[in-house]
């Protein structure tokens, strides 16, 4: 069984930062392509920020130029840095990897953007 753990979420004031962290096995966070996902009070999950086999990023058009996705293989662990926070940021984070024919996913970490 695969656990994807996502930590770092919190209270954060708008313009500020926060960096998630999701740890994950190093066979996951090494080679497969990995993604955040993040769902707003009453509203679906969508997709933020993935990174695929060959470490390219993407992008949602909402996050372009403020967050970062990336991973240090070394520390098994999958990452987004959140810079210039807006309260529309706020949702529940979660990770996942995709490792066919499985799709992992996280239990989600909370980020609230607020004054």
């Known amino acids: 069984q695969v656990q994807l753990v996502e930590s770092g979420g919190g209270l954060v004031q708008p313009g500020g930062s926060l960096r998630l962290s999701c740890a994950a096995p190093r066979s996951i966070v090494s080679s497969v392509p990995m993604g955040w996902y993040r769902q707003g009070p009453g509203n679906a999950r969508l997709w933020v920020a993935n990174i695929n086999s060959e470490d390219i990023p993407n992008y949602a058009d909402s996050v372009k130029g403020r967050f970062t996705i990336s991973r240090d293989s070394a520390k098994n662990t999958l990452y987004l840095q959140m810079n210039s926070l807006k309260p529309e940021d706020t949702a529940v984070y979660y990770c996942?990897?995709?490792?066919?024919?499985?799709?992992?996913w996280g239990q989600g970490t909370q980020v609230t953007v607020s004054s």
């Open positions: 996942n990897a995709v490792s066919p024919p499985h799709l992992y």
